[in-house]
């Protein structure tokens, strides 16, 4: 059975900082992080491929969000720093088999539940 499990998800103070986690447990050629807040769609935050690492950003979390691949450990990473109230969404883990379009969810197969992230000021 498929997994995308994720965690570290909470409520952090502006300026903040939090570390979510994704247990992955199949082969990906692609990962990623997406987030919704409230009363807005799914959106993109950061993207990584396994086969060489190489990510994107969205420009609303660049500089602030890395997103990072163990691959023996099947875990992607996304690390936050400086978050401020516009970060506060449920974010989920994304995984495809295949190439996707940067960005868009529908490409992504395989999902996680998700972990609320609260960002207060």
């Known amino acids: 059975q498929v997994e995308l499990v994720e965690s570290g998800g909470g409520s952090v103070p502006v300026g903040g900082s939090l570390r979510l986690s994704c247990k992955y447990s199949?082969?990906?050629?692609?990962m990623a992080w997406f987030r919704r807040a409230p009363g807005k769609e799914t959106k993109g935050v950061a993207t990584?491929?396994?086969?060489?690492?190489?990510?994107y950003l969205d420009d609303a979390v660049e500089g602030r969000f890395t997103i990072t691949l163990d691959k023996a450990e099947r875990m992607v990473y996304l690390q936050m720093n400086n978050l401020n109230p516009e970060d506060t969404a449920m974010y989920f883990c994304?995984?495809?088999?295949?190439?996707?379009?940067?960005?868009?969810?529908?490409?992504?197969?395989?999902w996680g539940q998700g972990t609320l992230v609260i960002v207060s000021s």
């Open positions: 994304a995984a495809n088999r295949r190439a996707v379009r940067l960005w868009r969810a529908a490409d992504f197969e395989d």
């Open positions: 199949d082969n990906y050629y692609v």
């Open positions: 990584i491929y396994d086969l060489n690492g190489r990510n």
